[in-house]
């Protein structure tokens, strides 16, 4: 029995085949997004390191100085 159908119409063989190619593509695709995911991610921490640096190599600040940036978990709530 014929049938219009062209998958039917391959043998086994031919349809494991392109069956392996789809999953074949499918994956290059996600292993093309994860390469991009990690390239982003580096750029991330390039950019951290980066301002790490910058906060190690600035000067200390004190605890008496007017200027100095205050951290706001030091500070409560007025609740508090």
Request: proline share 6%; aromatic share 2%; hydrophobic share 40%.
């Amino acid at each position: 029995m014929v049938s219009n159908n062209g998958m039917e119409s391959e043998n086994p063989t031919e349809r494991r085949l392109t069956e392996l190619e789809i999953k074949a593509s499918f994956a290059e695709d996600l292993l093309e997004q994860l390469d991009k995911v990690i390239v982003r991610q580096q750029q991330q921490i390039d950019a951290l390191l980066r301002e790490v640096a910058e906060l190690k190599a600035a000067p200390p600040v004190r605890d008496g100085d007017i200027t100095a940036a205050r951290s706001l978990r030091d500070e409560l709530p007025p609740h508090f």
